[in-house]
Each structure stands twice: as structure tokens, then as C-alpha cells.
């Protein structure tokens, strides 16, 4: 299985950027999907994930300004995110678990800052 992000880039506050990530491989269908972030200095957190039927799940941080969809096929995620802060920099991991095993993408870098 592999994920490729992309749409990562450098934003000023209260802009916007959209974030794509496609899987490849022997996937489920009933297979999870979601993104991450890690900041410097900081632990990887949960951003938002959606199941295959579409529920989904967000940090508290981010509600009301991103949103997570999935595309017909099941298999490429995005994230929409709006009203972007400084304090939303960091590098964003696509993820998916397959059969009980999570796979990560290489990470893109998001950076808002005036």
C-alpha cells in the first residue's frame, strides 16, 4: 500500500489549501482513512478521519474549518481547510488502515504565515 499526498504549501492567515492523498495497492474497501499533523517540538495528532461509509471525526481544534471527504473510489482523501492560523503549521501525514495496519504517506508541509 502506498499514499501520496500532495497541496501542502505556504498560506497566509485566513486563507485556504486543500490537501489530496491517493492510495495505491491491495486496499479493503472498508478501509479507514484520515490525516494527521505534527507541529515542531510537538507529538502527532489526530486531524480528521472518515470511514468508508463516511463518518467522520475531527480534533476540536479544527472543527468548523476543515473538512474531510473521500472520493468515489475510496481510495483518495482530502482535506479542505479554511480560515487557516499560524498555529495550524506543520507537516500533515495522510493515513489509512488496511486489514488492522496503518500505512502513513511521506508528509506535506503546511506553513501559515504572514
Known amino acids: 500500500v502506498q499514499l501520496v499526498e500532495s497541496g501542502g504549501g505556504l498560506v497566509q492567515p485566513g486563507g485556504s489549501l486543500r490537501l489530496s492523498c491517493a492510495a495505491s495497492?491491495?486496499?479493503?474497501?472498508?478501509?479507514?482513512m484520515g490525516w494527521y499533523r505534527q507541529a515542531p517540538g510537538k507529538e502527532r495528532e489526530l486531524v480528521a478521519s472518515?470511514?468508508?461509509?463516511?463518518?467522520?471525526r475531527y480534533a476540536d481544534s479544527v472543527k468548523g474549518r476543515f473538512t474531510i471527504s473521500r472520493a468515489d473510489t475510496r481510495n483518495t482523501v482530502y482535506l479542505q481547510m479554511n480560515s487557516l492560523k499560524p498555529e495550524d503549521t506543520a507537516v500533515y501525514y495522510c493515513?489509512?488502515?488496511?486489514?488492522?495496519?496503518?500505512?502513513w504517506g511521506q508528509g506535506t508541509q503546511v506553513a501559515v504565515s504572514s
Open positions: 493515513t489509512l488502515t488496511n486489514n488492522g495496519r496503518p500505512y
Open positions: 495497492g491491495s486496499i479493503s474497501s472498508i478501509s479507514p
Open positions: 472518515i470511514t468508508s461509509d463516511g463518518s467522520t
